[in-house]
């Protein structure tokens, strides 16, 4: 025998099928409910809190050292993969720059969207030549005071590591000296496809 639901019943039910869900994803929005998942999909390590820089405090150099432009034009609303370099950039640190280069072609129609920048411990113009012949799209650059090496300094104490940096200016993210170049990659095409935060 079957059971049949009287239409009142049924329009009860499914509006509780619509509603629920969208009740349960407010109170999760509001903080209401408390949800944090165990583990995250990135591949690099999260900065926690997020270290805000002040684009205003740092410059673009040409290959001669001298300023080429400014950073907050060129850089400010765009995801910014930030590579510091010692000086005397030995061939593992050439390598590791390379691959940033990669890293941004393999972008595709999301290019415009990212910007690499080179921070030189030392602005040698042999050095900076060199880099700036590498790739086209490399914005060499160096800071006015010592607000950005703090923000680094006070998400990873790895020399060489890369930092990804936020449309809205933070340093959100550290992929440790030798790290996987693809790591990045990954993560930075999954954030180009979900943030909206520089469009």
Not at 7 to 20: E, G, K, M, N, Q
Not at 26 to 34: H, K, L, N, V
Not at 140 to 164: C, E, N, P, V, W
């Amino acid at each position: 025998m079957k059971m049949r639901l009287s239409p009142r019943l049924s329009l009860i039910i499914i509006t509780a099928l619509f509603v629920l869900p969208l009740l349960l994803a407010w109170f999760m929005y509001t903080g209401t409910i408390e949800y944090r998942p165990g583990s995250t999909r990135n591949l690099g390590q999260l900065v926690e809190p997020p270290q805000p820089i002040s684009w205003e405090s740092i410059e673009i150099i040409s290959s001669t050292g001298v300023t080429a432009g400014d950073a907050v034009d060129d850089l400010a609303e765009h995801w910014v993969i930030l590579q510091p370099l010692p000086a005397g950039c030995d061939v593992a640190c050439i390598e590791q720059v390379t691959s940033l280069r990669q890293i941004h072609r393999a972008a595709g129609r999301n290019q415009s969207r990212v910007r690499i920048a080179l921070l030189p411990e030392a602005a040698e113009a042999t050095t900076l030549a060199r880099l700036q012949n590498t790739y086209d799209e490399f914005r060499i650059i160096r800071s006015k005071d010592d607000a950005l090496q703090a923000a680094m300094a006070r998400s990873t104490d790895d020399d060489m590591a890369t930092y990804l940096i936020d449309p809205l200016g933070n340093i959100m993210m550290v992929y440790a000296t030798g790290a996987d170049p693809n790591h990045l990659k990954t993560d930075l095409k999954r954030l180009l496809t979900w943030s909206k935060l520089d469009e």
